[in-house]
């Protein structure tokens, strides 16, 4: 048998199952940005998926607040980038 870690995050009515305990920091991170409020919960969850595959992509050594609050930032913007094209554009104005 498995051992398997599982994060659990309660948000309104709703309950939220993620694998990885960066995945309940993201989620948290963008209901501070309003994400949920300007666009959906289903938006939320999809910046959750594209900030997290960035971080776990990401070769350096990713500091995952701002990553988060700058996607949620410029969510209109970098929602349908590829994932390095976000990490270059997050590091550029990040330095």
Request: glycine share 6%; net charge negative; hydrophobic share 35%.
């Given at each position: 048998?498995?051992?398997?870690?599982?994060?659990?995050?309660?948000?309104g009515?709703?309950?939220?199952n993620?694998?990885y305990?960066?995945?309940?920091?993201?989620?948290?991170?963008?209901i501070?940005?309003?994400?949920?409020?300007?666009?959906?919960?289903?938006?939320?969850?999809?910046?959750?998926?594209?900030?997290?595959?960035?971080?776990?992509?990401?070769?350096?050594?990713?500091?995952?607040?701002?990553?988060?609050?700058?996607?949620?930032?410029?969510?209109?913007?970098?929602?349908?980038?590829?994932?390095?094209?976000?990490?270059?554009?997050?590091?550029?104005?990040?330095?």
């Amino acid at each position: 048998m498995e051992n398997k870690i599982s994060f659990q995050v309660m948000y309104g009515k709703h309950t939220y199952n993620f694998n990885y305990g960066s995945e309940a920091y993201i989620f948290h991170t963008g209901i501070y940005n309003d994400m949920d409020k300007k666009y959906s919960l289903k938006v939320l969850l999809e910046y959750v998926a594209l900030t997290h595959e960035c971080y776990l992509k990401d070769s350096n050594r990713t500091p995952l607040g701002a990553l988060a609050d700058y996607i949620a930032t410029n969510w209109k913007d970098v929602k349908d980038f590829g994932r390095y094209d976000i990490l270059d554009k997050f590091y550029l104005q990040y330095d």
